[in-house]
């Protein structure tokens, strides 16, 4: 199940139907806390409820928008004189405000509840809200830009990783076409599905595993037919994947080191073995592949390795606290061993 991303309440154009919502339930707590109610009904429960809404509404909002910029800014005293001024002319102000709404419920209505709101706690809610509402407001624009940036640099890491895939695709694709092998046409077919995949359907934080774990298999499937006979290419999923979700391309570059990096002794077969399974939330894949010891597989001060560390940061950011990987590596033998839960 994809998980809600809560933060878009808190954006346009949901903020302002959230904060209507959370309003409306102020109003409704009110209505069910308050002990006066019980006397009240009609237009003079309505009248009343409202007026105690505003007097936390008019503050919280005052703060948010007319101080609170000053501090972000850097402007500490002013804003400290601009909060003080505020706090004392809301105090003075609110009562009469107030009073206003209600004269108009009185006259409309003929309502015979009112509230003397120069006898209530004005400066306790003025001074209690404009402090909380500041707070609020600043630690949830500090998690919303956390949100963005960690996003920026998850389309960054995107950005490498198709280019990463296309690069030792169309390598394999030219060392045939070189060799005028038959398997090319079927090869640049497997190739162009699997692009479509990663190009358009991947633009979303999360897609279905079992799409995902279709275009795993086309992969491995177009890797057969590149591969020769004597090369041992063994995938295996077991699970119910539907209705479950996961990060694209997570899974992709582990295999594909599989296929890209394995070798075998001489007189050995060469093998690459895939297992995935899921069972409740936890996926767990293994990716093996075998190795010859006496293959130097990359000479000293070559590039490489941009997968792997490409979705180690992948999975610190999208999985933190969620994912196990081991990595698992002897003279003749390479694995990565992932878990993820997708809960």
């Given at each position: 199940?994809?998980?809600?991303?809560?933060?878009?309440?808190f954006?346009?154009?949901?903020?302002?139907y959230?904060?209507?919502?959370?309003?409306?339930?102020?109003?409704?707590?009110y209505i069910?806390?308050?002990e006066y109610p019980?006397?009240?009904?009609?237009?003079?429960?309505?009248?009343?409820?409202?007026?105690?809404t505003l007097?936390?509404?008019?503050?919280?909002?005052?703060?948010?928008?007319?101080?609170?910029?000053?501090f972000?800014?850097?402007k500490?005293?002013?804003?400290g004189?601009?909060?003080?001024?505020?706090v004392?002319?809301?105090?003075?102000?609110?009562?009469y405000?107030?009073?206003?709404?209600?004269l108009i419920f009185?006259?409309?209505?003929h309502?015979?509840?009112?509230?003397?709101?120069?006898?209530?706690?004005i400066?306790?809610?003025?001074?209690?809200?404009?402090?909380?509402?500041?707070?609020?407001?600043?630690?949830?624009?500090?998690l919303?830009?956390?949100?963005e940036q960690?996003?920026?640099?998850?389309?960054h890491?995107?950005?490498?990783l198709?280019?990463h895939?296309?690069?030792?695709?169309?390598?394999?694709?030219?060392?045939l076409?070189v060799?005028?092998?038959q398997k090319l046409?079927d090869?640049?077919?497997?190739?162009s599905?699997?692009?479509?995949?990663?190009?358009?359907?991947?633009?979303?934080?999360?897609?279905a595993?079992?799409?995902?774990?279709?275009y795993?298999?086309?992969?491995?499937?177009?890797?057969?037919?590149?591969m020769?006979?004597?090369?041992?290419?063994?995938?295996?999923?077991?699970?119910?994947?539907?209705?479950?979700?996961i990060?694209?391309l997570m899974l992709i570059?582990?295999?594909?080191?599989?296929f890209?990096?394995?070798?075998?002794?001489?007189?050995?077969?060469?093998?690459?073995?895939?297992?995935?399974e899921?069972?409740?939330d936890?996926?767990?894949?293994?990716?093996?592949n075998?190795?010859?010891?006496?293959?130097?597989?990359?000479?000293k001060?070559?590039?490489?390795?941009?997968?792997?560390?490409n979705?180690r940061?992948?999975?610190?950011?999208?999985?933190?606290?969620?994912?196990?990987?081991?990595?698992r590596?002897?003279?003749?033998?390479?694995?990565?061993?992932?878990k993820?839960?997708l809960?």
């Amino acid at each position: 199940m994809k998980r809600f991303d809560w933060t878009r309440l808190f954006t346009s154009p949901a903020k302002v139907y959230a904060q209507l919502a959370f309003w409306i339930i102020v109003f409704c707590l009110y209505i069910v806390l308050k002990e006066y109610p019980q006397r009240l009904s009609g237009w003079a429960l309505i009248c009343i409820v409202l007026q105690e809404t505003l007097e936390l509404a008019i503050p919280s909002y005052s703060q948010n928008l007319l101080i609170l910029p000053f501090f972000q800014r850097g402007k500490w005293v002013l804003g400290g004189v601009l909060y003080l001024l505020q706090v004392l002319l809301l105090i003075f102000l609110i009562p009469y405000i107030l009073n206003a709404v209600g004269l108009i419920f009185y006259a409309l209505f003929h309502i015979r509840d009112r509230v003397d709101w120069h006898n209530e706690h004005i400066a306790f809610s003025v001074i209690a809200f404009t402090i909380v509402a500041m707070f609020f407001k600043i630690g949830l624009d500090r998690l919303i830009l956390d949100k963005e940036q960690r996003e920026n640099e998850l389309r960054h890491l995107k950005a490498q990783l198709n280019p990463h895939f296309l690069f030792n695709t169309l390598n394999n694709l030219y060392g045939l076409s070189v060799a005028g092998s038959q398997k090319l046409p079927d090869l640049m077919l497997k190739l162009s599905e699997l692009l479509r995949y990663s190009l358009y359907d991947t633009n979303q934080h999360y897609v279905a595993l079992q799409k995902e774990l279709n275009y795993i298999g086309s992969y491995v499937e177009l890797e057969r037919i590149r591969m020769s006979e004597r090369t041992e290419i063994a995938l295996e999923m077991t699970g119910d994947f539907s209705e479950r979700y996961i990060a694209p391309l997570m899974l992709i570059v582990f295999i594909e080191n599989g296929f890209k990096h394995f070798s075998a002794a001489r007189d050995q077969q060469a093998f690459v073995h895939i297992s995935i399974e899921l069972t409740d939330d936890v996926l767990h894949m293994k990716a093996g592949n075998s190795v010859d010891p006496d293959l130097v597989r990359q000479k000293k001060g070559s590039k490489g390795g941009i997968g792997l560390k490409n979705v180690r940061q992948r999975l610190d950011l999208i999985y933190p606290q969620r994912h196990i990987l081991v990595i698992r590596q002897d003279p003749a033998y390479f694995e990565a061993d992932l878990k993820i839960n997708l809960s």
